[in-house]
């Protein structure tokens, strides 16, 4: 079977979208599928081009028995909306054109970003092609949850799409229970929808000793740490979390370990001079290779997100990589997130944007001491029922009875 995958975001890029689809299409190509993913060279957050690719207009190479296709598009920064947009409508122009000369059975393409979706749309449309939209966020509901975009015009043309997009799609596979019920609610047949959710490949995230040698490099021997590792998003509020460390300075051995790039990236160094706060490190980004080091040199995981109502059908799939390493959570989230966190005992939830229940959780959290352990067997057990493996076996069913049909 030829399964050809649209994505904006692949390897070495270390975002979900990228780790997903990556992780996804590896184990399809165990199973014997022949697995072409179209992408953009990698740029992801900053917009610049990393070391080693060139924005060209076509480069090939080959990835875990993955043929990958890097095209040219227009590159913008992972933010504002007028360039990012150009930057995902070039996207899905050139993988359009590219993939109408590779041969398929079907066509999957995943958002975000949205418009990878459209390019996948107009492939099946002339290939008379099978095609399988993937949706990990609501689109462009969840723009407007950030405020990059107001409720007008554009917004209900774009919510236009959407819909019709979910409804030329074969299947929709989407990340959340919650995200089939928007989509049952607003008219998409509940049959054509499965739901695929994140999860944690098992092999590469295991439970380390404490990476004593990267705290004492960190500086943060004596510390207890709660870390951030991600994107440093408009979505994701780190800015609140700055705000509420400069109310705890008095414990001394509460620290702060921010890991990532993106558009608030910059915001939170300033905010960090401004308060003058030592309880805090904002760290660059790291190669996904390096990712369960620092996982390793952490107490607690800290998964977040603004408050709005959007946020609340979402699941990070960071959980699912601390849970890996017997690393508690700390979440800021609500909805289905924080349904998974409370039903396993992996950690702690808190609202988004409370500062005094951020504050009580963090020191809860912090003298927890037997419960500590506890929460290391809540995170084990999550991990289990979370494998990747199950979850890329359960998508390439949807595959094999689209290309079967």
Not at 23 to 51: D, L, S
Not at 96 to 125: E, K, M, N, Y
Not at 333 to 342: H, L, P, R
Not at 354 to 373: L, P
Request: overall charge positive; charged content about 25%.
């Amino acid at each position: 079977m030829k399964i050809l995958f649209i994505s904006d975001n692949f390897l070495p890029e270390v975002n979900a979208p990228a780790t997903r689809t990556h992780q996804h299409c590896r184990e399809w190509v165990k199973q014997g599928a022949e697995v072409t993913v179209i992408t953009c060279v990698p740029n992801f957050p900053r917009g610049k081009v990393y070391e080693g690719y060139k924005n060209k207009l076509y480069q090939v190479e080959e990835v875990d028995g993955i043929r990958v296709i890097r095209v040219w598009s227009y590159i913008a920064a992972n933010k504002g909306f007028l360039k990012r947009v150009l930057d995902f409508v070039s996207f899905a122009f050139m993988a359009f054109w590219v993939g109408l000369f590779r041969r398929t059975d079907v066509i999957i393409a995943t958002s975000p970003q949205f418009f990878a979706a459209v390019g996948g749309w107009f492939l099946s449309f002339c290939k008379r092609k099978p095609w399988i939209m993937e949706v990990r966020d609501l689109w462009p509901e969840s723009i407007k949850a950030v405020g990059a975009m107001q409720d007008g015009r554009t917004y209900r043309m774009l919510e236009r799409l959407e819909l019709f997009l979910y409804r030329q799609a074969s299947k929709v596979v989407v990340v959340t229970d919650k995200f089939k019920e928007n989509l049952t609610e607003r008219g998409i047949a509940a049959d054509k929808i499965h739901v695929v959710k994140n999860g944690v490949v098992l092999d590469e995230y295991t439970p380390q000793p404490s990476n004593t040698a990267l705290r004492h490099e960190l500086g943060i021997d004596d510390k207890f740490v709660f870390t951030y590792l991600g994107t440093h998003g408009m979505a994701h509020g780190l800015n609140f979390i700055v705000a509420s460390a400069s109310k705890i300075k008095d414990e001394q051995d509460v620290h702060f370990l921010f890991i990532g790039d993106g558009a608030e990236k910059n915001t939170l160094i300033e905010m960090q001079e401004k308060l003058a706060l030592d309880n805090i490190t904002l760290h660059p980004p790291v190669p996904k290779k390096d990712v369960h080091k620092y996982i390793s040199a952490s107490d607690v995981a800290l998964v977040c997100l603004k408050k709005s109502d959007t946020f609340k059908s979402v699941i990070p799939s960071k959980i699912f990589e601390n849970a890996a390493m017997q690393c508690p959570i700390l979440l800021g989230v609500e909805g289905e997130s924080k349904d998974i966190i409370e039903s396993y005992g992996a950690g702690l939830c808190y609202e988004p944007e409370n500062e005094r229940e951020f504050i009580d959780k963090v020191k809860e959290m912090k003298n927890s001491n037997g419960k500590y352990k506890i929460y290391q067997q809540g995170c084990e057990r999550l991990a289990k029922d979370f494998s990747r493996k199950k979850l890329a076996d359960k998508m390439f069913n949807v595959i094999k009875n689209v290309v079967t049909k």
